[in-house]
């Protein structure tokens, strides 16, 4: 009987797969993958066909309806089928459509989760985004919403954390940055922009809020997350961030 796999390949760096994760790619007949899947975690799966489902910045989009037929079809015809995603497949991922899709077939699926880009960046920054007496509450959100969605409330619910982590969202940095200084977000409030987290090119940039509103960010080549809170104002000491109007990149 055929079963999906819907993998989670982590942020960027091969080696932060999980071990199952490793063990379905090397025995996998088919991956259907994102398109930021690093090469060396493809290469794990030495006897499958490879297939890129990936979207990007809306540039290269394959369309969900074409990767749910493409994932039931390969359920018909192979045994072990993964569907590897970036970062964990749970999160702004879509999986849950997949997931649904393969159920209306009544095919059998599985999770596999990874290690998401937040998290991935808080670890990087060595800053936990939780802290005694600073941090209790982390908001994972997006501003994105697709084609015929309502908007994202995500706004109330950044107020209400006080660590908050932003998928998809460093395009809209300064209208963010400018909403959550209008909400009462203390404009001094640290941000941390971390571009392909974990790989080789890893970029880190620290700023406030304030100066995020004012300062164009450079132009992004990788994915970007955002982190913004108290718990980041040591790191971006640390870092040398000067004072609240400038970026500096680590
Ligand atoms: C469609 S979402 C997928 C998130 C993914 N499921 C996860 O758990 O990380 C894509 C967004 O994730 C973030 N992202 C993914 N990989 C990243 C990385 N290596 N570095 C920084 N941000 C990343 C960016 O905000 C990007 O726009």
């Known amino acids: 009987m055929a079963k999906v796999y819907l993998v989670g390949a982590g942020p960027g760096a091969p080696d932060l797969l999980t071990l199952r994760a490793a063990r379905l790619l090397e025995s996998a007949d088919v991956v259907l993958h994102d398109a930021l ?13 490879l297939v890129n489902v990936g979207k990007r910045y809306g540039k290269v989009s394959t369309e969900q309806r074409f990767i749910h037929r493409a994932l039931v079809e390969a359920a018909r015809k192979h045994a072990v089928v993964v569907r590897l995603k970036g970062g964990d497949p749970m999160l702004f991922g879509r999986a849950q459509e997949e997931l649904d899709a393969l159920a209306a077939e009544g095919i059998e699926a599985e999770v596999v989760p990874g290690v998401t880009a937040a998290l991935a960046a808080a670890a990087t920054l060595r800053t936990s985004l939780t802290r005694r007496g ?5 908001a994972f959100l997006t501003p994105r919403v697709g084609r015929g969605e309502t908007a994202s409330e995500w706004l109330p619910a950044a107020m209400a954390a006080d660590s908050v982590a932003l998928y998809m969202a460093a395009g809209a940095a300064a209208s963010i940055a400018g ?3 209008d909400a009462g977000k203390p404009a001094d409030t640290p941000v941390a922009l971390v571009e392909d987290a974990t790989l080789a090119g890893e970029v880190r940039t620290f700023t406030t809020l304030a100066a995020l509103r004012v300062v164009a960010l450079p132009p ?19 870092a040398g961030h000067p004072d609240s109007a400038s970026l500096r990149s680590a």
């Open 220 to 238: 992004a080549s990788g994915p970007v997350v955002m982190l913004v809170g108290e718990v980041l104002r040591e790191s971006a000491r640390a």
């Open 37 to 49: 899947v690093h090469p060396e975690t493809l290469a794990l799966a030495k006897r499958a066909r």
């Open 179 to 181: 909403a959550l200084i």
């Open 134 to 138: 600073v941090a209790r509450t982390v």
